[in-house]
């Protein structure tokens, strides 16, 4: 997988075809067909997105924590309606995006009887962008947020060592007339997997982004990873929205705090064994039937007054790139993915 990140041709593939490659890798090292098929749809999603940094190049942490018996790829997770709005998932070691999946009934029934549902999943591994798990409601005319923590690796502000995870949260909403509008954010000041593509591609890190395994600010993406850690965003205040996400995902839930994740006998996992927190709600509740329509006017206003884009515009006008001409990939990633999906090597 070494070649993974070399520069080389790009080719354009046809997105199903990717999906089903990754859904035979996925299979390949272990995991159920549903299990494989939802998380190659979100992995191939992210790659024709622009989210790179969840894409395929996620693919060498996915096998290695399957390969290590870290994250359970066959998992059933166990779904328990604990009140009406209120939804208890344990993922059972599994990966967070089939656990949602499998929740998926008992969300549409707890936000049609009472406009709103609480999803508290624990026992989940998130490796992924969390955009594909709110959309899809704002595309149903409902509201959603979510939030995920993950493995320590984000120092508290002022602090030397690190406790959060880059705990991104996610917020989705329908815009009349309009694509969803989706913000998704890490709490670091960087996402880890970017980090990681700065390291590939040994560039610095703007300043500010982290601190190496002494606690000293560091622009080196190999400082930050070895050891070291990023600072969260914003200060002490995204400080302490780090602060609420660890504790909505990973406390609330039931699940692990960042820091308490240990890969013990399973050398090269790399899939946070953690939490996620979802909250659905149907704005209809709100008592204004033109939500929608104030979602727009605002999306508006806020380009009127200067503002470049809005949050997700750039993943939409890739997606409908990639639906034309197909998903970019370089020929030695696609020759990699091949090999893993066909040996396993
Ligand atoms: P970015 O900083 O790239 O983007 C954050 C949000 O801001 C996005 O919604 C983005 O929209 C929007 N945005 C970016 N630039 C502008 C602009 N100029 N004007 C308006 N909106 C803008 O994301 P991060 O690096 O913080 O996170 C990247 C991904 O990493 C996320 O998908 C996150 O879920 C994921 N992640 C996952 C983790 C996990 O444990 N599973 C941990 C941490 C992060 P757009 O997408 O259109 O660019």
Redesign the pocket.
Known sequence: MTGMTAEHAEIRVDFHALKSLLSDIFSRYGTSPSTADILAANCAGCER?G?I??GIFRIPGYVASLRTGWVDGTAVPDIVGVSPSFIRVDARNGFAQPALAAAARAIDGAVESTGVAIVATRNSH??????PDVEPFARRGLVAISF???LANVVPHGGRSPVY????M?FATPVAGAEPL?????T?V?????VRLHALANTPLPPGTGVDSDGNPSTDPHAVLAGGALNAFGGYKGSSIALMVELMAGALTGGQLSFENDFGDCVGAQT?K?GQLLIVIDPRRGGNSQFAQRVALLCGRLLDAG??????????RNRANAERFGVPISEEKLFHLKALAANGT
């Open positions: 997105d989210a940094s969840h998130h490796f992924s962008a969390l955009w995920v923590n993950g995870g880059t705990n991104p996610a989706v913000v998704d954010q890490a670091s960087m996402a880890n997997g970017e946070p953690a503002q470049e884009r809005l949050p997700g515009e750039r993943r939409y």
